[in-house]
């Protein structure tokens, strides 16, 4: 019999664990949390002392039922779960229901699944970090309190069914506000000037290089003067000077960093990036992947020193300490490393090597020599103006780390080309000149967020921890506040001047700009929500608000504050600002008047409506602000005591026609913001009429649920790549083809008589009766049922149970 349970979080690291262990020792998976809040209602006791009330989830019913009978069986029960505030709460809630004393129970932690960091921490178990548990505790509940109370106040005063996050609302903001900054930013012209000049080299071979005006001309004319002085003119080297310089290796990964590096290097998304992290960490590649710290183990240092000695050289050797930016970081926990350093590869799936490749070098990296490097900079002088020309290039002396490994950089650093090598030139020495560029530039506003560098400012302003980026940024993503798209850019026209044999020519060109990949955009209720909020919940949308309570919850996590009045200092306040938000704020929509409708004179609105953003012609008062049906008025349904029939008949023979309001939803790409009157009088082309089939009209138009095309009682969606502005009746007639034949292929069986169909479906076949879906047994051959088979399975199994529709109002 086991002498021994260890229970951990992942069946993968159970399973890794049980290789290390002998028979003595069981090891089993609680699959993560095992108790959480209820996913509905509030859950929490605010009038004592904000006890939550922990739920089992049903998902772990069976799991929980197991590890009991396990635990009967065994002399000791270890809790190995993760080395973070979400491991140690976990194991807390295990001890709840295994009937464990928290105060006693056994409790080990380790940064690698290898067999010596296992086996050392079987020796010295621990007790349970109340601390810890207390700051995940607190972590929870307000989050919980923040949800549950601002959420309703979306519901009523800006659109059915929204939803706010401390964390994720923050983040929201800070992708908002760099949208509203690139759409106020007006590019600024300057002109670059760039000179190439002819050297011949030692072999007799002329070899071209560049240099470029230190700084550029503010207009045109300056440029074209400049050009003009210098046609003719003599160009020689008035001085050259060589600096000695070096670079640092970046620091071994954290969870932000590795992120970072990740999207930039192998296109990763941050979820991807901490899944394929969390797959390594559990099979014994890599140490724990949520960690803040860059620290390196005693025992990693000398064994990166030995593999960088034997692979490269000593002097490619260099040992160093990293400081951790972050002062909550846990010094004690380590950077992302190798579990075995002298690992180079790995055997596992491609990206978990591409990954663990990443992880390798930047770890071995960071413990080697700096790379030396000689910069050359050689000033030109003509003898027509006083202008100088700078040539500038590096020469690396010693790679150093760089024989391994070279940090990626974000988008908004320089793009320009890198600097090329410079033949040798000497002081004094006149140049050929092979031509001479001035090229219009225009300023760029800040870039939008990636994920990664949205990861970065939210570690840079202090919010949110290694557990939280990835799980923010898959939210505000889920919830349609943001989405993550690749945008086409526009045309822009520039100008370039070249002086070449004496001759100055001048080209209008043109680029792409403002082309994104894999960029986060906000939408227009994520702009709509973020308003609402920074201006009646200004707190909880404060950067530095935001960061002091994490500053908090790390106090709380040092035992340095009590939650439950940690919790208590922030609700109280907070509850009262919902309570007078609900009360006196305005309903929200973003209405913006574009203008009138040149045919009716009614103006149109962007707005953001029920199902979405949209615009509409006219304005009744019948409308409520937010709804596109109009509000019942029961006065109306009650006819009027003081007004004869006559009277009344009369009033309505010479009252003026009610005008209709119409409606248009907004193109994906659009926005209430930035759409103009003339891109909203198109929205209302639809349905547009592509022609006929036989004797019926095909038209095109967007519902609900996106594009379709409409033939008689026969509606097909337009795919993706087609547009209903555009579409042809030629494309449509190929989709509704496809529809007809996909609608014949649906079709096993038919009983008319009894109102009974066997069809295709999304998930199979089954048998349709009336209204009711009923499925058909594994061991049934859906071709070939008879009738009295199919009663009998109708008989034997209710209707499978459909999707929730609200009633029409």
């Known amino acids: 019999m086991a002498k021994s349970?260890?229970?951990?979080?992942?069946?993968?690291?159970?399973?890794?664990?049980?290789?290390?262990?002998?028979?003595?020792?069981?090891?089993?998976?609680?699959?993560?949390?095992?108790?959480?809040?209820?996913?509905?209602?509030?859950?929490?006791?605010?009038?004592?002392?904000?006890?939550?009330?922990y739920v089992i989830s049903d998902d772990k019913k069976d799991v929980i039922k197991e590890l009991k009978k396990l635990a009967k069986g065994v002399d000791e029960i270890y809790l190995a779960t993760d080395e973070d505030r979400e491991g140690e709460a976990i194991s807390w809630h295990l001890c709840d229901v295994l009937g464990l004393n928290p105060e006693t129970a056994k409790r080990i932690t380790y940064t690698e699944v290898t067999e010596k960091a296992l086996k050392y921490a079987v020796s010295h178990p621990r007790l349970i970090n109340m601390d810890l548990v207390n700051a995940q505790q607190a972590r929870r509940v307000l989050d919980r309190l923040v949800g549950y109370e601002i959420s309703p106040v979306l519901w009523r005063k800006v659109k059915p069914s929204l939803s706010a996050g401390r964390v994720q609302s923050v983040a929201v903001r800070l992708i908002v506000e760099r949208e509203r900054e690139i759409r106020a930013f007006n590019a600024v012209g300057s002109y670059k000037i760039v000179a190439y000049f002819y050297v011949t080299d030692d072999s007799g071979k002329k070899v071209t290089f560049k240099a470029e005006r230190p700084t550029n001309f503010k207009t045109e004319k300056e440029a074209e003067n400049f050009l003009k002085e210098v046609v003719g003119a003599t160009f020689k080297v008035t001085s050259i000077e060589k600096k000695p310089g070096k670079r640092t290796p970046a620091a071994p990964f954290t969870t932000s960093t590795l992120q970072q590096e990740a999207s930039r290097k192998l296109g990763f998304s941050v979820s991807k990036t901490m899944l394929i992290a969390q797959k390594l960490y559990e099979n014994g590649h890599i140490t724990y992947m949520r960690t803040d710290s860059t620290n390196l183990s005693d025992l990693a240092m000398e064994a990166i020193q030995k593999e960088v000695g034997s692979r490269y050289g000593k002097n490619y050797y260099k040992g160093r300490k990293y400081a951790t930016k972050n002062e909550s970081a846990q010094e004690a926990h380590e950077a992302i490393r190798p579990s075995y350093i002298e690992n180079q590869n790995i055997e596992a799936e491609n990206d978990e090597t591409r990954l663990y490749d990443l992880i390798w070098k930047r770890t071995i990296a960071s413990q080697m020599s700096d790379a030396e490097i000689e910069k050359t900079i050689i000033d030109i002088i003509n003898n027509k103006n006083s202008e100088t020309l700078r040539a500038q290039a590096e020469v690396i002396q010693f790679d150093g780390f760089l024989k391994v490994y070279n940090e990626g950089v974000d988008d908004d650093a320089d793009d320009e080309e890198a600097e090329a090598l410079i033949p040798p030139v000497k002081q004094g020495q006149e140049l050929e000149l092979k031509e001479l560029t001035a090229t219009e530039k225009f300023t760029k506003p800040s870039p939008r967020y990636t994920e990664a560098s949205l990861v970065k400012k939210l570690e840079e302003l202090g919010i949110g921890r290694p557990s939280t980026y990835a799980p923010t940024i898959s939210t505000i993503q889920k919830r349609n506040y943001v989405v993550k798209e690749t945008r086409e850019g526009t045309e822009r026209a520039y100008k370039v001047y070249t002086l070449k044999d004496d001759k100055i020519q001048m080209a209008d060109k043109t680029e792409i700009v403002g082309a994104e990949k894999n960029k986060l955009f906000p939408t227009d209720i994520g702009l709509l929500v973020t308003d609402f909020l920074v201006e009646n919940f200004t707190d909880v949308l404060d950067y530095n608000f935001t960061a002091d309570i994490e500053q908090q919850f790390d106090e709380v996590a040092s035992g340095k504050q009590q939650w439950q009045q940690m919790i208590d200092a922030f609700y109280k306040p907070f509850h009262e600002t919902v309570e007078t938000t609900t009360k006196d704020a305005k309903r929200a929509s973003g209405e913006r008047h574009l203008g009138e409708d040149p045919v009716s004179g009614e103006p149109v609105i962007a707005r953001m409506g029920r199902f979405g953003p949209m615009v509409q012609i006219g304005k009744s008062e019948d409308f409520d602000e937010n709804e596109e049906k109009p509000k019942k008025k029961k006065a109306a349904a009650k006819k009027s005591t003081a007004k004869s029939k006559a009277a009344a008949k009369a009033e309505k023979e010479t009252a003026e026609p009610k005008k209709k309001v119409r409606y248009a939803k907004l193109r994906p790409t659009q926005s209430i913001e930035t759409i103009t009157l003339d891109e909203a009088m198109e929205l209302f082309k639809l349905p547009r009429v592509l022609g006929k089939h036989g004797e019926k009209d095909i038209k095109a138009s967007?519902?609900?649920?996106?594009?379709?095309?409409?033939?008689?009682?026969?509606?097909?969606?337009?795919?993706?790549?087609?547009?209903?502005?555009?579409?042809?009746?030629?494309?449509?007639?190929?989709?509704?083809?496809?529809?007809?034949?996909?609608?014949?292929?649906?079709?096993?069986?038919?009983?008319?008589?009894?109102?009974?169909?066997?069809?295709?479906?999304?998930?199979?076949?089954?048998?349709?009766?009336?209204?009711?879906?009923?499925?058909?047994?594994?061991?049934?051959?859906?071709?070939?049922?008879?009738?009295?088979?199919?009663?009998?399975?109708?008989?034997?199994?209710?209707?499978?149970?459909?999707?929730?529709?609200?009633k029409k109002s």
């Open 702 to 806: 967007i519902g609900r649920f996106g594009p379709y095309i409409q033939y008689d009682k026969l509606f097909v969606s337009i795919p993706k790549d087609k547009d209903p502005y555009t579409i042809t009746l030629e494309d449509a007639l190929t989709l509704i083809s496809e529809k007809e034949k996909a609608n014949a292929n649906r079709l096993i069986l038919n009983f008319e008589d009894e109102d009974i169909q066997v069809l295709n479906g999304r998930y199979g076949p089954y048998i349709k009766k009336g209204k009711d879906n009923y499925k058909i047994p594994k061991d049934k051959s859906a071709e070939h049922l008879t009738l009295e088979e199919i009663q009998m399975i109708i008989g034997e199994q209710g209707p499978t149970k459909k999707a929730f529709k609200r």
């Open 5 to 53: 349970l260890i229970i951990v979080e992942s069946p993968a690291k159970a399973k890794t664990i049980n290789k290390f262990l002998g028979k003595d020792y069981v090891v089993t998976s609680c699959y993560g949390h095992i108790r959480d809040l209820p996913d509905s209602g509030l859950a929490i006791d605010v009038t004592n002392n904000y006890v939550p009330d």
